[in-house]
């Protein structure tokens, strides 16, 4: 156990909806990452976020927005899905932007999107 | 842009053998972190092993080893006496020392264990 939670851990929704995936970092931690992983591929980084403020952004599309609340705790958005977001989304967090921090990944939320 | 490629798809070992994924990267720093993960059919992703670039000795974890090839942006696992415990993807990722902090990860590596 990693100490990063994500709720849920499954999703289900139809294409067009807005689902809002939630992670609880490690106590402690002030850096929050999501990743995302399309069928038995790679985890690509989509965004970064640091005590609150967001530090780095990948590839997320315009339709993904996150944010990370005072309680550390950060929520990742995505609307007007469609098929090909069907992934699996992670977490991960790590105490601050030092360069030997290493990241602590969370179980993980399926979205299926039908 | 920095790079991962994880060249196998898949691979298999028998029991109590040993073998090694291959990762190769493409990075114009000469300070970065590598490591190696594992996913089992839980979905976790689990950290093997680390090195740190300017480390020259290779990192060890009990039945994990990497060998670390800096010049030719090599970073290949071995796993000894295979378990069925072993059977995952294994990814490849590779993270700078400054800036921004995220993961690369390569397209991983299905690894069987036989029986």
């Known amino acids: 156990d990693s100490g990063v939670t994500q709720t849920p851990k499954h999703l289900i929704t139809a294409t067009g909806q807005r689902v809002t995936l939630r992670c609880s970092p490690r106590s402690g931690d002030l850096s929050v990452y999501w990743y995302q992983q399309s069928l038995d591929q790679g985890l690509q980084f989509l965004i970064q976020?640091?005590?609150?403020?967001?530090?780095a952004k990948g590839n997320i599309l315009e339709r993904f927005s996150a944010q990370q609340f005072p309680d550390l705790h950060s929520e990742l958005n995505l609307s007007s899905l469609e098929l090909g977001d069907s992934a699996l989304y992670f977490c991960?967090?790590?105490?601050?932007?030092?360069?030997?921090?290493?990241?602590?990944f969370g179980p993980g939320t399926r979205l299926t999107v039908t | 842009a920095q790079t991962v490629t994880q060249s196998q798809p898949e691979m298999s070992v028998q029991e109590a053998e040993t073998v090694t994924l291959s990762c190769t990267y493409d990075t114009s720093e000469s300070d970065y972190y590598l490591f190696w993960y594992k996913q089992p059919p839980s979905r976790q992703m689990i950290l093997v092993i680390r090195q740190e670039a300017y480390k020259q000795q290779n990192a060890t974890e009990n039945r994990f080893s990497v060998n670390f090839q800096k010049a030719a942006k090599s970073f290949s696992l071995k796993i000894s006496d295979s378990q069925l415990g072993d059977a995952a993807m294994y990814f490849c990722?590779?993270?700078?020392?400054?800036?921004?902090?995220?993961?690369?990860f390569g397209t991983g590596t299905r690894l069987k264990v036989l029986a």
């Open positions: 976020y640091y005590n609150g403020e967001e530090r």
């Open positions: 991960a967090s790590s105490p601050g932007v030092s360069r030997s921090y290493e990241q602590y």
């Open positions: 990722a590779y993270r700078r020392v400054s800036g921004t902090y995220k993961y690369i």
